[in-house]
């Protein structure tokens, strides 16, 4: 039988009335959004020397397509850095908008955003490193030289002179010029997470005695240049949107109560709209992982909204739309910032308005985008293969099949369950062969429920099976004849059979009563057959995150030691 089938038309109703908050249309400054659904910056690491791509171009192309009301093109970077070796790997993955040479890359994303109706911020940013032009080197700079700057940075090379601010400044003025010309909608400047602005902005990374620290005013002189600047070289009528940590999570940084001081005070220099975030990213708290609870920084921005009647809107944290109606209709947001979500299914926001947000795919908080980022390799997605780098250009369900297929798929895992989607969104018949009776193969057996939850896999597969003619046949393993039967019976066969096994040692006695395999002990534990660790003293070989998941598995069953 086929299993899945997408909502009726009562369903539907009620899920377009439960979001329709969320599809209302809001301003910022004189720039109207379709929507309240915020694509926040994110440096996706697809550029060439600085220069925007044609995967970047589509990559945001297919956010616009997909409904957000605001796409931000995250790290344009005001500073030339041609020729650099930057220490913050990230930086190599900007999208350079010190010259005018970059104007028409960023004038294809404004084109191919606007043509499905989606607006677009340059999200304006220097991180820790910074020279005046390309004839001196690229030095690591901060407002106070005695404190350590951004990862991978160690302490700063250079305090910046007030000349020095001065020139930072015009760059920011003729990058949002730039920005202006190739028809960017909202210029952003980012002041949070522990980049150079918000360096200036914290307690904690600025300990200056000049008129650019010690009082909350004089921190947030640097901003209030820089917002002025903009003004002076795109108009009054560009609008701004400031996105700040309003707490930064740094000992002896700025909390909220200094967030609410700053405000009034950058505000009075024209800012239209403010994005509420959190943190440092050397900051001992975590922000962005897994383990912090959804929504847990979104209190900030309804604080931030008690000194501004401008639009706030928060955007740490936050991938369900479960999450994103309590931001607008419980007064923490006018509007909900996210990124990942929106690597996960560019669609997310079309799903909504066409009333089902039952197939948004969701992010599962993985970060691998981040891993990636952070390292300077290009963003990739653990829920939406389409995000790497040599991908084709495009999504699979924009180039039908001319001709149906029949097509096997053999094993009903992460891999068997995604072929059998993206085949069915082609227009194919897929029939899926499981062994065992319940779907999902090792994110179900292998992977600890507490880090990855059952319904929320359980969700997975069920939007998975709604994607089209997809029939699957549970509890049919399927051995060497039947993949022959298979193979002439079906026009293409897949066989995604996972990970049965796992590395060995080559140890003598590797096999004795009493070790495990990785693979063995947690699809074990998945099938429900626990051992029993009961004081018991364990030793884990290994120090990733399959070691990791054996260790707290030990733990959780007893074990008196785990080493």
């Not at 401008?310 to 999450?323: A, E, H």
């Not at 994103?324 to 007064?331: F, M, P, S």
């Not at 799903?351 to 908080?365: N, S």
């Not at 099976?465 to 993949?483: F, N």
């Amino acid at each position: 039988m086929i299993l899945g089938q997408t909502w009726g038309t009562s369903e539907r109703s009620l899920a377009v009335a439960k979001y329709q908050k969320l599809l209302e249309p809001f301003k910022i400054g004189n720039v109207e959004l379709r929507n309240r659904f915020v694509m926040l910056p994110m440096t996706i690491e697809k550029v060439d020397n600085y220069h925007i791509t044609d995967d970047l171009v589509d990559f945001y192309e297919q956010r616009a397509e997909g409904g957000v009301g605001l796409i931000e093109i995250g790290s344009c970077y005001v500073c030339d850095c041609f020729g650099t070796e930057p220490k913050y790997h990230t930086t190599t993955g900007a999208c350079g908008i010190w010259d005018d040479q970059f104007i028409p890359g960023f004038a294809r994303v404004a084109e191919v955003a606007h043509k499905h109706g989606a607006k677009v911020a340059a999200q304006l940013e220097l991180c820790y490193e910074w020279r005046p032009n390309g004839d001196v080197p690229l030095l690591s700079y901060a407002p106070s030289a005695d404190v350590p700057s951004g990862p991978f940075v160690g302490m700063p090379e250079r305090e910046y002179t007030k000349e020095e601010i001065a020139q930072v400044v015009k760059q920011y003025g003729e990058a949002a010029r730039r920005a202006k010309e190739a028809g960017i909608d909202i210029i952003e400047i980012h002041a949070g997470i522990g980049y150079m602005v918000m360096r200036f902005l914290s307690k904690y990374s600025n300990h200056r005695t000049d008129e650019y620290g010690g009082s909350a005013g004089n921190r947030a002189r640097f901003l209030c240049e820089i917002i002025d600047e903009v003004h002076k070289t795109c108009g009054d009528d560009m609008p701004i949107l400031v996105r700040i940590s309003a707490d930064d999570l740094m000992p002896d940084g700025n909390r909220i109560e200094d967030t609410l001081e700053i405000i009034p005070i950058v505000e009075a220099h024209g800012v239209d709209a403010w994005s509420v975030q959190a943190g440092f990213h050397e900051a001992p708290r975590p922000v962005a992982n897994q383990i912090v609870p959804e929504g847990e920084f979104i209190d900030l921005a309804k604080q931030v909204k008690t000194v501004t009647s401008k639009p706030v809107f928060p955007g740490t944290r936050i991938n369900t739309l479960d999450m994103c109606e309590k931001v607008v209709t419980q007064g923490y947001g006018d509007a909900v910032g996210m990124a990942r979500q929106f690597i996960a299914d560019p669609a997310t926001a079309r799903k909504v308005a066409e009333g089902h947000p039952e197939l948004v795919r969701p992010c599962i908080v993985c970060s691998r985008c981040l891993d990636n980022i952070f390292i300077g390799k290009p963003c990739q997605c653990s829920v939406n293969a389409n995000v790497w780098e040599g991908v084709e250009v495009g999504l699979p369900e924009h180039k039908p099949a001319t001709e149906k297929q029949h097509v096997a798929v053999v094993g009903a895992g992460p891999s068997g369950l995604t072929c059998a989607y993206f085949a069915a969104l082609m227009g194919h018949e897929v029939h899926v062969f499981e062994g065992r009776t319940q779907l999902g193969g090792m994110m179900r057996f292998g992977i600890p429920a507490y880090r990855f939850p059952r319904e929320r896999l359980d969700e997975d597969i069920a939007a998975i099976l709604r994607a089209g003619d997809i029939t699957v046949h549970a509890g049919e393993p399927v051995g060497a004849a039947a993949l022959e039967r298979l193979a002439a019976d079906f026009d293409a066969l897949y066989v995604a059979i996972g990970a049965h096994g796992a590395k060995t040692l080559r140890l003598e006695h590797e096999d004795a009563v009493g070790i495990f395999s990785a693979v063995e002990l947690l699809g074990a534990v998945g099938e429900g057959e626990v051992p029993d660790f009961t004081g018991k003293r364990v030793v884990v070989v290994g120090g990733g995150n399959v070691a990791m998941d054996c260790t707290r598995t030990a733990m959780r069953l007893g074990a008196k030691e785990v080493k």
